[in-house]
């Protein structure tokens, strides 16, 4: 019998190995990015905040009431454009101009590619 591997756990794996060089300030926060099926996930995180644990600035998400009903009817990746325009649009409220950005362990393309070029459209240092 064929063992598929399990490439959520790949993924998990390569997260890991490139968290050790990434980190989120408060002044440069790390922009998290987390795609589901059908939704698309994005926090910024100051990581030296909480003990080494880490504190969420803020997130925003597909789920989310506001941001659901501008991405009714749009392709994956075109709402996750809007997503990263959003996230750029709180950020700039909060004081924040640049970010690091942490794609998830996933492949920069797609949805993920978008989360960072509506966050460099909304005026975020990607």
Do not use: W
Request: aromatic share 4%; proline share 2%.
């Amino acid at each position: 019998m064929i063992k598929k591997p399990d490439k959520n756990v790949i993924r998990k794996k390569r997260h890991n190995r490139m968290r050790f060089t990434l980190s989120g300030a408060a002044q440069k926060p790390r922009l998290n990015v987390f795609r589901s099926l059908s939704h698309i996930y994005a926090q910024l995180i100051d990581d030296t905040a909480n003990q080494g644990q880490g504190h969420t600035i803020l997130s925003v998400s597909t789920v989310e009431k506001e941001v659901a009903e501008k991405v009714k009817g749009l392709k994956k990746v075109d709402a996750a454009k809007v997503v990263g325009e959003i996230v750029a649009k709180r950020a700039k409220e909060k004081g924040i101009e640049e970010v690091v950005f942490d794609r998830g362990g996933y492949r920069y393309t797609g949805r993920i590619a978008a989360v960072a070029e509506g966050a460099r459209k909304g005026g975020l240092k990607v």
